[in-house]
């Protein structure tokens, strides 16, 4: 039987969610008189209210350094894109942390010395709300994970802010390609901006990769297409304002190879859905969507009739809400696939009658 905290903690790391190997790290640490070792017992036993205690107890030796910035580690509950901080079995499972006013800490410093901490030596989820209210950016955060190893997370959010703190497209996260040598296990990716650049993407563990943007940029767009992901199952891109992503910039994506698990795509929030709709609807990966995401764009009856006259034998649901269809329009998909969301901008009705001007038509994540 291993001795040594390192050969304890290595059995830990090969199986981050054996619960065993961190009962058998408990006898270790409590032989060493070490809270932890107890903390763990009570968290696998589920008595909260006395694993609470225990972290009060001894919050400087399970917080570090950051025993006083633990207000910053409480989600906001304007934020929705992460889940809030939490424990498991005596270490932190999840990290959410963000600033709590514009004169607060900023959130990069308080992010280095926790994940330098023990508490952090496995998490699995981890969350950055808003980093300034000013130029928001996430520079940082990207710098402090590349300059680390992290080799237990698989969930990172970046981005989770509400519009009283700032508005998504005065937020610019900045290159964030310095980040992905510190998570080389990362299954899941979200980013919130209004801009951003993500540098070469080699994750090659990915099963979700979710945008939201109002400007996406051609040269990440670029990155995505050359990745080869064998287990990505989940693609969102909200491609924005800036630039009008056309097919051809597209045609990695469309032709499926690169993604051979994909089941939801998402591509919304477009000034040329109706070219997209087409293209999409002659191609490859048509055939294994089952559910696609054309939401907060330009799109008109034009490209629901497109995707009404293709073959997508796999579809359950597909979201055209806050575009610019009719009745005839919706129609159309009703006939393709069995739900269809399409409520209008701002309500849950029907979209305008008419279908609006189509050279009057504007994304919906514009400011």
Sequence with gaps: MPRSASELEAAILADPDNADAYLVYADWLQAQGDPRGELIVLQHRGETDAATALLD????????????????????QYCKLGPTTAWRWGFLHAIWIGRTSPDGTHIDGVLAKLLEHPSARFVRELTAGIASYEDNSYMGVAQVLGERSLPTLRALT?????????????SNAGNLGVAWRGVPNLESLTVRSGTMQ?????????????????????????????????????????????????PPELAAIF????????????????????????????????????????????????????????????????????????ERGIGDLKRLVKTVISQARGSREAQRADGGDPDDRYIAAYE
Excluded at 158 to 170: A, R
Excluded at 225 to 236: A, G, K, V
């Design 57 to 76: 107890e001894h919050a400087e030796h399970f917080w570090g350094d950051v025993v006083e910035d633990q207000d910053m580690l409480v989600r906001n």
């Design 158 to 170: 970046i981005g989770d802010f509400f519009y009283e703190q700032t508005e998504l497209n005065w």
């Design 198 to 246: 993500l540098g070469a993407l080699d994750l090659p563990k990915l099963r979700e990769l979710v945008i939201i943007t109002g400007g996406f940029d051609p040269e990440s767009m670029a990155s995505i297409c050359s990745r080869r992901w064998p287990e990505l199952e989940r693609l969102n891109v909200q491609l924005g304002r800036d630039h009008v992503f056309k």
């Design 255 to 326: 032709d499926g190879k690169a993604f051979p698990k994909l089941r939801h795509l998402g591509l919304g929030n477009s000034r040329e859905l109706d070219t997209i709709c087409a293209a999409l609807a002659s191609s490859k990966i048509a055939a294994q969507l089952e559910t696609l995401d054309l939401s907060k764009g330009t799109m008109g009856d034009a490209g629901a009739a497109a995707l009404a006259s293709a073959a997508f034998p796999n579809l359950t649901s597909i979201d055209v809400s806050e575009n610019y269809l009719t």
